[in-house]
């Protein structure tokens, strides 16, 4: 089998590019249905979060799609010009496909090093895959694999030490920049878990008064009883922006639900105090515009990338004790796909040649039949014949068994399959 990742993250992608290749929970099934439809022997899992959307597949070595294939369904699924996104998508195989979601699971290549959230999207994103039926088999194997990898590296190392979440280096900015958080309004949002999240560390941080917005009134009330705050009703956010200090956004909206004139309105009202707008969403909630409004100061994802700098020498520590472990679970993984992709080709090796071995066996139990003991000449014959079969294959199973998975392996597995008729 041959394992593909396309994507793009936030390495090669500004938040320009990635919102628009974004999917959501419903997107995520209508594509998964659109690969399966297209492709049905290959496996898939889309994995999309606000740093990156990829897409993983397993097919046969010569088999569908290729890498150029999956890139075109990328951006046609997203209606973009192929020619806007071929520097932002990268593609990897086998080995370095598995390393890099290993990695992502670990949260080694996340914007924050360490970050512990990472590990619950790509659970969410193999089950999603697997309930529609897209993954099993090999990349099943693989996605499961990385959850155990992300397990051992939080428990075999320091490397989530420190600011470790998107959320927590959101609101050191908000602190960074109001110089304190005491007495201040908090309007959040959304009602999902990177807003939990924000405004657990605020209530720990003291804030005066926190609000929560969401479409759903239900989950707003929640989520507000939880952090000790308010909930309001959605029609309500632009007039509560006016009494806010900080507004924290973090939702699923496909459009900007936080426009400039929004903005505009409540600093006219509130006296051009200062405002500082964090937006985690991806699609942005914010539009881009709001950070030109006068004392409004606007963060969105990449903008945190400053902030995460100056608190990874805390973690970079850890790092070759967590890549350490991911190159030993990539080894063992690939060593076990390679040896598993020959075993085909051994077996009908051995079977071919048993088979001529009970032809030649029947010529011989016809000779003997005119013995009292032929029953115990022809059992003594045939274990003897199959123990010299496998005597003879031996060394050859063994070479090809450790070539596993290496151009001369798939050049030995197409010659002795042409040369013995195995596939006949």
Not at 248 to 272: K, Y
Request: glycine share 6%; hydrophobic share 45%; aromatic share 4%.
């Amino acid at each position: 089998m041959r394992i593909l990742c396309v994507g793009a993250n936030h390495r090669t992608a500004g938040v320009e590019l990635r919102e628009k290749l974004a999917f959501d929970a419903a997107r995520t099934v209508r594509g998964l249905h659109q690969l399966v439809s297209r492709w049905p022997d290959a496996q898939f899992v889309i994995l999309s979060t606000c740093n990156r959307s990829e897409v993983y597949t397993a097919r046969a070595v010569h088999g569908h799609p290729r890498a150029e294939e999956l890139s075109s369904w990328l951006t046609e699924f997203h209606a973009l010009p192929i020619e806007t996104c071929r520097d932002a998508l990268y593609t990897l195989s086998d080995a370095q496909a598995a390393e890099h979601l290993f990695a992502v699971a670990a949260g080694l290549d996340s914007l924050v090093l360490g970050e512990d959230q990472i590990v619950r999207q790509v659970r969410e994103a193999y089950q999603a895959a697997s309930q529609v039926g897209a993954c099993r088999g090999v990349l099943g194997e693989l996605f499961q694999a990385a959850l155990r990898v992300a397990k051992q590296v939080r428990n075999e190392t320091d490397i989530n030490v420190g600011k470790v979440s998107v959320a927590s280096v959101a609101i050191d900015a908000a602190v960074r920049a109001l110089g304190s958080l005491d007495g201040k309004c908090v309007l959040n949002v959304g009602a999902g878990k990177m807003n939990e999240l924000m405004l657990r560390h605020l209530v720990e941080l003291g804030c005066g008064q926190i609000v929560v917005v969401n479409r759903s009134a239900q989950r707003a009330r929640e989520l507000a009883d939880r952090c000790g705050g308010e909930a309001a009703p959605f029609a309500e956010l632009a007039e509560r922006l006016a009494d806010a200090d900080v507004v924290l956004t973090s939702t699923g909206a496909e459009l900007p639900i936080v426009t400039a004139e929004m903005i505009a309105t409540a600093q006219q009202r509130r006296g051009n105090r200062m405002l500082l707008v964090i937006d985690l969403a991806v699609p942005r909630d914010v539009e881009q515009a709001a950070g030109n409004v006068p004392n409004v100061l606007l963060y969105n994802i990449d903008d945190l990338e400053k902030v995460v700098a100056e608190t990874l020498h805390v973690r970079k520590a850890q790092l070759d004790a967590a890549r350490r472990i991911l190159d030993g679970h990539v080894a063992r993984l690939m060593q076990e796909l390679n040896i598993r992709g020959v075993a085909p080709t051994l077996d009908a090796l051995y079977q071919r040649m048993q088979g001529i071995a009970d032809e030649e066996l029947a010529q011989a139990v016809h000779k003997l039949s005119t013995h009292d003991d032929a029953d115990s000449d022809t059992e003594i014959l045939r274990r003897t014949l199959h123990r010299t079969i496998r005597r003879i294959l031996h060394s050859a199973a063994t070479n090809l068994r450790q070539e596993a998975g290496s151009d001369a392996a798939r050049a030995y597995v197409s010659a002795l399959r042409k040369l013995f008729d195995l596939d006949k």
